[in-house]
């Protein structure tokens, strides 16, 4: 079935450094989204992505659906405290069901 | 807040007991979805409601056993639970429309359930 790898599993990074995270996949998809998880909660939708090549920026977070429409990357900027916390890629095909990354935990250091 | 409330967020089981988790949403969506979350696994969906009908069913042991008696509302029974189905349940909602494919779910804060 549908996969999609999500890279990298966790990151360690200093307060204030940017953060890259990437999910790929073997198929495409025509919608990417992208979710954050804080300890004890529910994932909360941070960006929503419907075309190829579409940049969207959300506050410090931008994320982009790749041009082949099998990746799609989410960056954030200067990181601060509270941006720890697990963040997933989930892509859909049509009226398929959404499939979900593993997800990269992200850490700050101060 | 979501829109999307979960009772109760911890539950400790038996594997002799019955009991069940509830879901409402607030959002006047069309569509509810129970998803599975164990650690370092991706989310895995196990129920979609849609329009108050079960749509899709992901190979879920009968064990499980969801209920959709409206729109708003969804259940999820629980009997004779194994160790292993201890894990992080999330309910999540959506306005589908048909044939756009859009698919923006919000997600409860999840029930945590541990079976003993």
């Known amino acids: 079935g549908q996969q999609l790898n999500q890279s990298p599993q966790s990151m360690f990074i200093q307060e204030g450094e940017d953060v890259s995270m990437n999910c790929t996949s073997s198929?495409?998809?025509?919608?990417w989204l992208w979710y954050k998880q804080d300890p004890g909660e529910g994932p909360v939708l941070l960006i929503a992505l419907y075309k190829a090549g579409e940049l969207t920026s959300n506050g410090r977070l931008t994320a982009q659906f790749g041009i082949t429409r099998k990746d799609s990357f989410l960056n954030i900027s200067a990181s601060i405290p509270s941006d720890v916390g697990i963040y997933f890629c989930?892509?859909?095909?049509?009226?398929?069901?959404?499939?979900f990354g593993k997800g990269t935990r992200l850490h700050i250091l101060p | 807040e979501t829109g999307v409330t979960q009772t109760p967020r911890h539950l400790v089981m038996g594997m002799t007991n019955k009991k069940s988790l509830k879901c409402e949403q607030h959002?006047?969506?069309?569509?509810m979805y129970w998803y599975k979350q164990s650690a370092k696994k991706p989310l895995e969906l196990m129920f979609v409601y849609n329009f108050k009908e079960q749509t899709e069913n992901n190979s879920v042991p009968s064990r499980f056993s969801p209920e959709c008696p409206n729109s708003s509302h969804l259940f999820l029974h629980l009997h004779t639970l194994q160790p292993e189905d201890s894990a992080l349940y999330l309910c999540?909602?959506?306005?589908?429309?048909?044939?756009?494919?859009?698919?923006?779910?919000?997600f409860g804060p999840g029930t945590r359930l541990t079976v003993l």
């Open positions: 198929s495409i998809f025509n919608t």
């Open positions: 989930a892509g859909q095909l049509g009226d398929d069901k959404i499939i």
């Open positions: 999540a909602s959506s306005q589908e429309v048909p044939g756009l494919g859009v698919n923006e779910q919000f």
């Open positions: 959002l006047g969506h069309n569509a």
